[in-house]
T-cell receptor
Framework: EAQVTQNPRYLITVTGKKLTVTCSQN?????MSWYRQDPGLGLRQIYYSMNVEVTDKGDVPEGYKVSRKEKRNFPLILESPSPNQTSLYFCASSRKWDSYEQYFGPGTRLTVT | GQQLNQSPQSMFIQEGEDVSMNCTSS?????WLWYKQDPGEGPVLLIALYKAGELTSNGRLTAQFGITRKDSFLNISASIPSDVGIYFC??????????????FGKGTLLTVNP
């Protein structure tokens, strides 16, 4: 089944404790992206990657890092999480950078205390 | 960043009614997408529009790409309880440079009363 998977689905952590949220897609998509969803703010892009080893900042990149060493994986790294990063996170992928039909993962709900 | 104004923010309707929602922007978009998000799930693509004036249907859903390229609407006919969810519009700006990303509206929360 073609899908985007994320792990973990739920995470509660404390301020300053480094964490990684994994994202993997099995569709051989070139383009991958991370979003955060907050009440009243909709979906905002954090980082995106047009292909392996090519990443760029989205609208809200502060406090986050990403890497794209393999085509299928695009982990999101929070080196020192803070409470304002409490949010619902979605990974998405599309066939190419100019194929705007993005497919979303199921989401990761992160709480930073 | 660019903003999409999506309205209404929420709707509460009776089963069987038709629904209409729209997105507008001060900027020109070359692609409009409509997504639906069910509770606890990620957004799922409903309809994609690539040409100004394009009218596309997907079952009971119909969406149009505005002639001015600055707006789009989504209609749902004969609503049913499973239509409940948040509907998002998303657009790709018509601009040069490395703007390889979508801009999302803030969503319309639809509630359908059986």
């Amino acid at each position: 089944e073609a899908q985007v998977t994320q792990n973990p689905r739920y995470l509660i952590t404390v301020t300053g404790k480094k964490l990684t949220v994994t994202c993997s897609q099995n569709m051989n998509h070139e383009y991958m992206s991370w979003y955060r969803q907050d009440p009243g703010l909709g979906l905002r892009q954090i980082y995106y990657s047009m292909n392996v080893e090519v990443t760029d900042k989205g609208d809200v990149p502060e406090g986050y890092k990403v890497s794209r060493k393999e085509k299928r994986n695009f982990p999101l790294i929070l080196e020192s999480p803070s409470p304002n990063q409490t949010s619902l996170y979605f990974c998405a992928s599309s066939r190419k950078w100019d194929s705007y039909e993005q497919y979303f993962g199921p989401g990761t709900r992160l709480t930073v205390t | 960043g660019q903003q999409l104004n999506q309205s209404p923010q929420s709707m509460f309707i009776q089963e069987g009614e038709d629904v209409s929602m729209n997105c507008t922007s001060s900027s020109i978009f070359n692609t409009w997408l409509w997504y639906k998000q069910d509770p606890g799930e990620g957004p799922v693509l409903l309809i994609a529009l690539y040409k100004a004036g394009e009218l596309t249907s997907n079952g009971r859903l119909t969406a149009q790409f505005g002639i001015t390229r600055k707006d789009s609407f989504l209609n749902i006919s004969a609503s049913i309880p499973s239509d409940v969810g948040i509907y998002f519009c998303a657009g790709q700006l018509l601009s040069g440079g490395s703007n390889y990303k979508l801009t999302f509206g803030k969503g319309t929360l639809l509630t359908v009363n059986p």
